[in-house]
């Protein structure tokens, strides 16, 4: 019997909106009896802390403070890095000379009562310092605050300041970036910072791709904001990392055996592709299924009875592509796509398995470039499936998308409306629920970049399903050990070397790292 552990769930980070914060931020002032200038001064303790981790005080130094609480954040990192040896230019933002907030101009004031004589006070406009490539730069210009797309002479700004080629600090958010959403924003005007301290969270625009440029290697720091108020605010996004997925794995019973742990079958291969099914089932096994059966054309059985003979073989009655899906025996969990290719006969039997299937399935690869062609199949595509496609095969089967953020929003709506689980594989693949909750993943790196790698992944959750994780929780904690795979790949084999079957060979042993956590 399968073993459910259907009570267990998910415990991760939250990632709060910007308003969300906003609030968290009103609700520790006014309740626990903390000022905002002490808040400003841990932010400043935080971020010059980060600092001076990195860089000696002989680094030349450049800090841009805006007139906003960013602004006052930037003045307060100054004098803290005063105090401890270095020397840094400030320029503020004053525009019409009355623009301060009430905190930036205090910490303008503990600034200069400090001694600091490196203030550059800017009424209109001013000649930019010389910037060089040995410079660091604090960017404290503008914060989650900002309202509209930065214009005028900010832009300017902006754009000197990333032609550079300095080291860039931006603290909280690069200036110019929304916290949220950036549909309005152009990339050239937003500061590309090499490093983003955020203050408490990481804010949901550091998960898409489109923003890579701007954030950089992003750190939280935390400030003690009110514990009681991040409990009981709401949000549908998450970061998932090895703790979490720790809480829903369990470990194996002594007295177990092969059927508590479930029968998967992955339908995948066809003349020429059959690695992709090789790629699949080494993943499935070492996920731990208990019993894994592979249907491929029959030209695959001598590449997978020799590759992978842990597994069950199903010849196709054709020879050199898959023409029927048909499960020949009862299967607890059914993953379908790694290299099918997508011929006439292969997609008429996908539509037979959509059509019949009531159980929810995993889809991969060439089952989603299937979907792409015959779309109308998208309606009967059994509730609690998981797809798992890259950027390309989500635009061919929901429409072209004009960056990483479209894309994520059309899986949200896509998500909904089919109650399907569709996971947006990349760094940081961000795995999307029918009730509008989105897990970023905290495991991976470039090295996964490889051909292969989703054939893995959806080995290792048809796997997952298979033994009796709900669909959401094989999902979001597969996702995570493929990642964890990733990085113990890469740690053995390097980032170049990497390849898809490391990568499955690795699985077993991210398993037990997350266990051990």
């Keep these: 019997m399968v073993l459910r552990w259907l009570f267990r769930n998910f415990a991760s980070m939250k990632i709060f909106s910007t ?82 907030s009430r905190d930036c101009r205090q910490c303008k004031d503990e600034l200069l009562a400090s001694g600091f004589q490196g203030l550059n006070e800017v009424t209109g406009s001013f000649n930019f310092p010389d910037l060089t490539r040995d410079h660091l730069i604090v960017d404290g210009l503008f914060g989650t605050g900002l309202r509209d797309p930065l214009s005028g002479g900010y832009t300017t700004l902006v754009e000197y300041i990333n032609e550079s080629g300095a080291t860039i600090v931006s603290i909280d958010i ?74 829903v794995l369990l470990p194996r019973a002594k007295f177990s055996s092969k059927a508590d742990y479930g029968s998967a079958l992955l339908i995948a291969g066809c003349y020429g592709m059959m690695g992709a099914a090789v790629m699949a089932a080494k993943g499935a096994l070492r996920a731990g299924v208990g019993k894994l059966t592979v249907h491929s054309p029959r030209c695959g059985f001598n590449v997978i009875q020799s590759t992978v003979p842990q597994a069950l073989f199903d010849p196709d009655r054709h020879d050199i592509l898959v023409s029927d899906m048909t499960p020949r025996h009862g299967f607890n969990a059914i993953g379908v796509g790694p290299g099918l290719g997508t011929n006439d006969a292969t997609q008429g039997a996908l539509e037979t398995l959509i059509k019949t299937i009531k159980r929810p399935m995993v889809l991969d690869a060439d089952a989603l470039n299937i979907l792409s062609k015959v779309p109308s199949l998208v309606d009967h595509i059994p509730v609690g499936s998981i797809l798992t496609p890259h950027d390309g095969e989500f635009d061919r089967l929901f429409g072209p998308q004009a960056s990483a953020e479209s894309r994520l929003l059309r899986a949200i709506e896509v998500s909904a409306r089919y109650k399907i689980i569709i996971v947006l594989k990349g760094y940081r693949t961000a795995t999307v629920r029918p009730d509008g909750k989105i897990f970023f993943n ?45 990085d113990i790949a890469a740690a053995e084999q390097g980032v170049y070397g990497t390849t898809a079957v490391d990568i499955a060979d690795c699985v077993g042993k991210a398993i037990m790292k997350i266990l051990n956590y």
């Design 19 to 100: 308003e969300n914060i906003r609030n968290i931020d009103r609700i520790t002032i006014d309740q626990e009896g903390i000022s905002s200038m002490e808040l400003i001064r841990r932010v400043a303790d935080g971020v010059a802390g980060e600092i001076t981790s990195r860089w000696r005080p002989t680094k030349p130094t450049v800090i841009f403070a805006g007139a906003g609480n960013n602004g006052a954040d930037a003045l307060m990192v100054a004098k803290r890095l005063y105090e401890t040896g270095f020397a840094p230019q400030v320029y503020l933002l004053n525009i019409h000379g009355n623009s301060l």
């Design 174 to 247: 690069p200036s110019g970036m929304f916290g949220d959403w950036n549909v309005r924003t152009l990339s050239r005007y937003v500061v590309h910072a090499s490093l983003t301290v955020a203050v408490q969270f990481p804010r949901i625009a550091f998960f898409l791709a489109d923003n890579a440029p701007c954030v950089g290697e992003w750190k939280t720091i935390d400030i003690g904001l009110s514990q009681k108020a991040i409990n009981e605010t709401l949000t549908k996004f998450f970061f998932i990392e090895a703790e979490d997925v720790r809480r």
């Design 442 to 486: 905290s495991s991976g790196g470039p090295a996964m970049a490889t051909g292969g790698s989703g054939d893995v992944l959806t080995g290792v959750i048809t796997s997952l399903l298979a033994q009796g994780y709900k669909p959401e929780t094989a999902a979001v904690a597969g996702v995570y050990i493929h990642g964890l795979a990733g």
